[in-house]
């Protein structure tokens, strides 16, 4: 078994604590279907709620971009669906 240096071993060490978890792109998913855009067909000028669905711990924020700029989504409670 090989022996490593005290300076190997704090540098594993510092990788490992500073390392982020991979971007799970297959994770993300939104659409303008009515589960994810309420109201589905909404007026002009009314209120709308998007969903952005993704797996957990995945992202840190979820951020809406139109013409008006970029506005941080909120995160709400897991949505629990029973059919």
Do not use: C
């Amino acid at each position: 078994m090989k022996e490593y240096s005290i300076y190997e071993l704090n540098q594993r060490q510092q990788y490992m604590m500073l390392m982020r978890p991979l971007l799970r792109k297959h994770a993300l998913f939104a659409d303008g279907t009515k589960d994810y855009r309420n109201p589905p067909e909404p007026k002009e000028n009314e209120e709308v709620t998007l969903t952005f669905r993704t797996a957990k711990d995945n992202v840190d924020i979820v951020w809406l971009r139109s013409d008006a700029g970029k506005i941080p989504m909120r995160k709400a409670d897991p949505l629990i669906i029973i059919r």
